[in-house]
Structures are given as structure tokens and as C-alpha cells.
């Protein structure tokens, strides 16, 4: 988004963290991508989350600069402080204006801090963007009279350029006889990993070389997916690469997959999902959330219940019966109706009608 701001002629800067969470909250290996620089546009890092001496001077550093808009993303009510404090110390410039784009304002893993952390901050700012109708929904009890609009998460496409299956296969040392599922991104407990794994328990896999890769890293206890995997039928149908995927190698487990499965038991969106739109691949999502909003049963893929059973039969209709060509084709278009210049228009006209030109 940074950088089609500056397409447009804006000058941008990008603020980012120091130290973004405690470790208490945190339960990865590394806050930190040790990968290239994603950008030629200016990033500084400045902001420590869990320090309030902090806070005041990154909204003072705001404040100096007078830029007409700062946008910030939100996804958990822990930040509600930190930003709060941030963009109250920025408005006494009485110019710059505040967007927040919201993937949760109620998180799914829910604490008594959440309301007052989240209401804290929500109060500093002038308008919003949410992806989903869940969202859209859970902001009524938080805002007053600041406007809240509904827009699309738009495609990730800063991974890198479309990897062939070929090439995929070869760098991930896979068997290319076999067709893949992939299930892509952190490992928590309501994305339902635990459901797919049992979904997989089933001979049609095996008896039809198709195998499902596990790729992210585990946010929580592993044991109960290593029981699981361990206690299949066939085991080596799940390949397992646990461990953070760094942005250059995400193009390779999206080329390599034909199916990629969103087994959520709670969501509002998921950029997974945009992530594969933007690598052409069909779906099979839960019924939670956003998911079904963007792909549409039976035209990006399936829309099940949160149920192993559903999932099952959903995977097995895709692999055996489905015209994937015609849904690959759909997939397409959802690519340019997902753009990032769409979206940065939007903005623009969302800053038009609430008066923030």
C-alpha cells in the first residue's frame, strides 16, 4: 500500500517496531524477517509496544513531520495503548488525520484488557477500514461517529512472481507424482488445523497420491498435530515444514500446491486467502468470517462447515469432479478486482466524503 501511495506522487515513510510484542505474547522463534528490504520507501524503526516512554516521543516524531494522514493497521486490543498514545501525542498538530484499516477489533483469543485497550484507542481515530462484514459488525460497539467503510483486503503481491509447479517441486524437494494441499501461515488454534488433519484421515489420499504440506509456524502447543499426524493411517501424507517461511520461498508453496485449505474455526478475512488469489490457486473455506465473502462457493473453490467431514468430502469433490481450469479462470478476475490501486482509490474517496482532503 506504501508503494502505491508513492506511485500516486505522496511522500510516504513507513514506522515499524523495535520490539513488537513481549515474549509472554509471542510464542514464534523471531519477531524478525532477516529477509532484504521489502522497499525502497524509508522505514524507521521506532516503536517498542510495551514501553510507554516510547509511545509519546514516536507521536511527537508524527506530530513534526505534518503529514495529512497516517494510517495504521489493527489486529490485536494489546496495541490499543501504544497506538492510542501515539496518534493522541500526533493530532496536537491539529492537521495530520488518522485511518485505521482493522483486521480485528475483537480478538479470537480473547482477555479482559481487550474492550478498554481497544475503546482507547479507537477514540484517536477519524475514520476506518474494515475487511469483513464481521468486522464491519463488531465496530458498532466501539465507534461513535467516526465512519467505518467496508473494503476488500486487497492481494498480496510483493512474494515474488508466479512459480512454476516444476520449479516449485525441485527447490521444496517434493515428489513431483503427487498432487498437494497446502495449508499455509502461523499455527493457532482456531485455524483449525486440527479439523484438516482429521480430514485427512482417509485412504482416498493415499490411494490417489495426494499429500498435504504444513507450512508455518507453530503459535502454540504442537503436540496435539504431531499426535494426530503420528496416528494417521498413512503418516507420510502430511509433509510438515513447521518452521517460519521466509517471503522469498512463500511463491514455491503456492506453486506447488493445487488446493489450498482454510480449515477455520473463527476468522474475520485472512490474507491467506488474498495470498492465494494472487498465486492463482482455488480454495476450500469454512463458513467462518469473511472467508466465504471472497471466493464464493463453487466459483474460487468450497465453502464448508467447520466440520472434518465437510472438508473431506470438499477436497476430495475438487481433486475428482471439478473443472479447475474454470475455477483457476475465476480466480483471475478476482485479481484485478483486488488491486492495490482500487483500493487506494477508495481511500482517496473515503477522505472526499468525510472531509479529510
Known amino acids: 500500500m506504501a508503494e502505491e501511495f508513492a506511485a500516486e506522487g505522496h511522500t510516504v515513510e513507513i514506522i515499524t517496531f523495535t520490539s513488537q510484542y513481549p515474549d509472554f505474547l509471542f510464542p514464534g522463534t523471531t519477531q524478525m524477517n ?43 486490543p494489546f496495541f490499543g495503548p501504544c497506538f492510542g498514545t501515539i496518534f493522541r501525542q500526533l493530532k496536537k498538530n491539529r492537521h495530520s488525520k488518522t485511518l485505521c484499516i482493522v483486521d480485528n477489533i475483537i480478538p479470537h483469543e480473547k482477555r479482559i484488557i481487550d474492550k478498554p485497550f481497544a475503546q482507547y484507542f479507537v477514540n484517536t481515530v477519524d475514520f476506518f477500514i474494515v475487511m469483513s462484514e464481521a468486522v464491519q459488525k463488531d465496530m458498532n460497539k466501539f465507534v461513535s461517529n467516526q465512519p467505518v467503510s ?14 512454476s509447479r516444476e520449479l516449485s517441486i525441485t527447490k521444496l ?27 485427512m484421515n482417509n485412504d482416498y489420499f493415499h490411494n490417489n497420491n495426494i499429500k498435504l504440506i504444513v507450512a508455518g509456524e507453530y503459535y502454540g502447543d504442537s503436540e496435539l498435530y504431531e499426535n494426530m499426524i503420528a496416528n494417521l493411517p498413512n503418516p507420510d501424507t502430511v509433509i510438515a515444514h513447521t518452521h517460519f517461511i521466509a517471503d522469498d520461498e512463500v511463491r514455491y508453496y503456492f506453486g506447488a500446491a493445487d488446493l489450498v485449505v482454510q480449515p477455520y474455526k473463527s476468522a474475520t478475512q485472512s490474507g491467506i486467502s488474498q495470498l492465494a488469489i494472487y498465486f492463482e490457486k482455488p480454495m ?3 463458513d467462518v468470517g469473511g472467508l466465504k465473502e471472497i471466493i464464493g462457493h463453487e466459483k474460487g473453490g468450497y465453502v464448508v462447515s467447520p466440520d472434518a467431514t465437510e472438508i473431506t468430502e470438499a477436497i476430495i469433490r475438487y481433486f475428482d469432479s471439478t473443472d479447475q481450469s474454470e475455477m483457476i479462470s475465476y480466480i483471475r478476475q478476482l485479481k484485478q478486482k483486488f488491486s492495490w490501486s482500487t483500493f487506494y482509490n477508495e481511500i482517496n474517496r473515503l477522505q472526499a466524503d468525510a472531509g479529510h482532503e
Open 284 to 286: 476450500v473455506v469454512t
Open 150 to 163: 467496508l473494503l476488500r483486503h486487497p492481494i498480496y503481491d510483493n512474494y515474488g512472481e508466479l512459480s
Open 173 to 199: 524437494q517434493l515428489d513431483k507424482s503427487f498432487r498437494y494441499i497446502l495449508f499455509f501461515g502461523f499455527i493457532r488454534a482456531y485455524k483449525g488445523l486440527d479439523l484438516l488433519l482429521a480430514a
Open 34 to 76: 532477516d529477509g532484504p528490504n521489502p522497499t525502497k520507501i524509508p522505514i524507521k524503526r521506532m516503536i517498542h509496544s510495551s514501553n510507554p516512554f516510547n509511545w509519546p516521543k514516536v507521536g511527537k516524531y508524527l506530530k513534526k513531520k505534518h503529514y495529512d494522514l497516517v494510517i495504521c493497521k489493527f489486529w490485536m
